[in-house]
């Protein structure tokens, strides 16, 4: 995706510059080309050897490299990039970038550039709450500069809140983003619920499923990468999700899901459900445990909502609504049957037949099928192809609908 693109990564002197190194293989995995350069204070924080071993280019450091006897010409680097990223950017040189100071080969080449300049700052919470750097953010995106969030959480001093590097691959997304102007689904909003419900029967018992939320949580990115602002309503799943693009509510019944569904279709442009949603729950919950010895020969169950077939009543014009279907027999003629009688747009069918498809797996194999009568059978590939293949589906349904 980011093939032939010239990308070159500032940074400067902040212990998130050890993230670097995995920025720079992502980037070049996707096909771009990679010039680091750094200022003089970032060399005790990552090496540059390490750095022009993966961007398999020298590093920049000095305007004239003494051991090669060659000048660095800021202005060349500055038309040659498509883009910069300056990541970590420290408080000092976001002031230095705000007032023009441009006392090394870092600071003189972002003069130069023609290009769009992304910033990601790493600093303590302190710094990055102080009014100066507050005011310096502001003046940089007044600029044209785009600012990579710092996320909360565990600090290099050991507080925690806001100043952390954002995560490489969330770095990356977001310099995807910006070079694929043709996001089919840019500005989508989008909700997705994945996972399975659990259903209370005493304090430490619950009836579930073995959905593992994978599949789900592949839509999302997919979406997520195509421009799209995600909710996503998880059950309870091992995956953590961290994707600046996508919300995350979790829920644990089918009760929490089917309220949070409701509450987040009613603006949503597409809603795909993916859970696994339990078909029935307890009819009333023990608030003790029960005992062995009381026995318990059955526990008197009631339905759940049907959340897909709530959500297909309460669709407007507009709204794009997609179900899963899981079936062991007569798969075709059950799934057509479900997209009818719920008033959904598309359904994705698996079948568990199939080896390697359904819960737990990172592969499945689906057949997807339209309101218009389209019907696409596709082969046993990984989940996030999947995931692809259903938004090209639900990209043409849109359009021919
Ligand atoms: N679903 C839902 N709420 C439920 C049960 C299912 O929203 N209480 C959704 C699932 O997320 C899926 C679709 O309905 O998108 C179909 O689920 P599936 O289990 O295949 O079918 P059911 O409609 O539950 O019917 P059956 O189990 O009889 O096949």
């Known amino acids: ?19 670097i190194p995995l920025v720079i293989r992502l980037l070049k995995k ?30 920049l450091i000095d305007f004239f490299d003494k051991d090669f006897g060659t000048w660095s010409s800021h ?4 038309l040659w990039a498509d883009i910069m990223l300056i990541a970590p950017v420290s408080a000092n040189t976001i002031a230095k970038m705000v007032t023009g100071i441009a006392d090394n080969l870092l600071l003189t080449t972002i003069l130069s550039a023609r290009c769009k300049v992304f910033f990601a700052p790493a600093m303590d919470l302190d710094m990055y709450k102080h009014p100066t750097t507050i005011e310096n953010i502001n003046k940089l995106q007044s600029f044209g500069y785009k600012l990579i969030k710092p996320a909360v959480g565990e600090l290099a001093s050991g507080l925690k809140g806001t100043g952390r590097l954002e995560e490489p691959e969330n770095i990356v997304s977001q310099i995807e983003n910006y070079f694929n102007d043709s996001l089919s689904f840019l500005g989508k909003k989008v909700m997705i619920t994945a996972g399975p419900t659990y259903e209370t029967i005493d304090p430490v018992r619950f009836i579930g499923n073995y959905s593992s939320g994978k599949m789900g949580v592949e839509i999302a990115m997919a979406f997520a990468k195509q421009g799209a602002i995600v909710n996503l309503i998880i059950g309870p799943i091992n995956i953590e999700i961290d994707h600046p693009e996508i919300n995350v509510t979790k829920v644990t019944s089918a009760a929490e899901m089917h309220k949070e569904s409701l ?18 729950t307890p009819y009333s919950i023990e608030q003790k445990k029960i005992k062995k010895e009381d026995g318990l020969n059955s526990i008197k169950l009631k339905a759940t909502v049907d959340i897909l077939a709530d959500l297909g009543r309460n669709k407007k014009d507009g709204q794009i609504l997609v179900g899963f ?77």
């Open 1 to 19: 995706m980011l093939k032939g693109k010239k990308i070159i990564i500032g940074i400067t002197g902040s212990i998130a510059a050890y993230k």
């Open 30 to 59: 996707e096909g771009a080309e990679v010039q680091i350069i750094m200022t003089p204070a970032a060399k005790d924080f990552v090496t540059p050897l390490t750095l022009s071993a993966l961007s398999e280019r020298p590093v």
């Open 75 to 78: 202005i060349e680097l500055g």
């Open 263 to 280: 509450n987040i279709f009613r603006y949503s442009d597409i809603a795909i459900m993916a859970a696994a949603v339990a078909d029935f």
């Open 325 to 401: 279907a899981l079936e062991t027999d007569n798969g075709l003629v059950n799934a057509r049957k479900k997209m009818n009688n719920k008033n959904l747009d598309v359904i994705v069918l698996n079948s568990l037949k199939d080896a390697g498809a359904g819960f737990g797996y990172d592969t499945n194999k689906v057949t997807i099928l339209t309101k218009n009568g389209d019907e696409m059978i596709f082969g046993l590939k990984p989940k996030h192809e999947v995931a692809i293949d259903l938004l090209s589906v639900i990209e043409k349904y849109n359009i021919h609908k």
